[in-house]
C-alpha cells in the first residue's frame, strides 16, 4: 500500500548524501541521489512531546502509506490511509499536521476523504498528494486489496475536503501510487497485483494513462545479498532539474530480502525509465523488527526527512527518520 506525492524542487542540494553528483556515498558517478540518505531514526528523547521516531498515531486504528507536504509556516501535513482496528477490508483516508518532528500533531488525525463510490467497495487508502499550481492533486488507491484501482481526486482547501473525479477510476489493476507532474506531462508510479515490479504510466492531462507493461524496477534475485531480492514495491518519486537545465529523478521503494525483512532503497534516474540503485546492495533505512513501509520523503536543502508506517504499541504508526 503505498501513496506518494511530488515535492515541487529544483534539485540544487549538494553534500551529506543531499547532493545530485553525491557519488562517494554511493552509486555510480553523476547518478541524482538527492536526498538519497543514508538515514537514520531519532533516539526517544523524554525531553520532547514526541514519542520519537513517530509523529502521528491514531487510538483506535492503524496508519500507513503516508502522503506528506511542507506546511505554510513550519511543520508538515499529512495524508494517510486509516483503518479502524481489527478490520482488514475497509479503509479510509485521513488527515493531521504536525508543527515539528519533536511535536505532537497540532491538528489530530481525521477523516479527508470516505469511500462512497461503488468502485471502491469500502476502501480508500495510499494517497500520493503534489502540489499543483493552487489547488492539491491526489491520486489514491481504491476497490477490494486484490483488485485495485487508482482515482483522483483534488482540492481547493489544502487538502481539507476533496473532490473525485467524475471518470474514476483512472487506471485499473494497479496500486500503491506516486505521481509527478513535470514539463506538462503527468507520471504515475504504481505496483500491480499479481505482477513483480514497480511499473510507469503516462498521462498528457493527468487523467488517461498508458500503463508501460515492462517493470521500471525489479527485484534482484541475482543479488541474494542485497535488500530487495525476492519484491519490491510502495514506490515514492521526486523530479526537478537542475540549475543547469537538466532533469533529475529519484525514488524510494520497499525491498524484500529471502527471509522476508522489508527495508527502504532509493534509485536515481536521469529519464525516468532507467534507474540504478544507491548504495548498491544496501538500503538508505536498514530493515529490522519491526519492519518500515511505505517511505515519502520531504527534502530541504541541508536535510532529508523520511516518513514511513510501522507497528508500535501494535498497531501501525506513522515514524520518521532523518538526514544529515
Known sequence: MREARWIALVLVMSGCGLG?????????DNLPTSGAGPYGKP??????PADEPFVVEDAGGNLYDPA??????????????RQPDNVFDQSEIWRAEIPAVTELPDVPPTPAMLPDQSWEVGRVAAPAVIEDGGRLVMYYEGGAPDAPSIGRAESSDGGVT????????????????????????????VTRP???????????????????PTPVIAPRPDLPEAFDPVAVSDPFVIAGRTEAGQLHWGIFFNGIDASGDAAIGYAGSFDGVAWERFGGADPVLTDGSPAEYGPTAVLEPSRGFLFYQQIGQQRQRIGVALHP
Request: zero cysteines.
Open 20 to 28: 545530485i553528483t553525491d557519488s562517494p556515498s554511493g552509486g555510480a
Open 43 to 48: 533516539e526517544l528523547d523524554f525531553d520532547t
Open 162 to 189: 476533496w473532490q473525485k473525479e467524475a471518470g474514476n477510476p483512472l487506471l485499473a489493476d494497479a496500486a500503491e501510487p506516486t505521481a509527478v507532474h513535470i514539463d506538462g506531462q503527468w507520471y504515475l508510479y
Open 194 to 212: 499479481g505482477q513483480v515490479g514497480i511499473f510507469r504510466a503516462t498521462s498528457a492531462d493527468g487523467l488517461s494513462f498508458d500503463l508501460d
Open 68 to 81: 506528506v507536504l511542507h506546511r505554510d509556516g513550519g511543520g508538515f501535513r499529512f495524508w494517510m490511509g
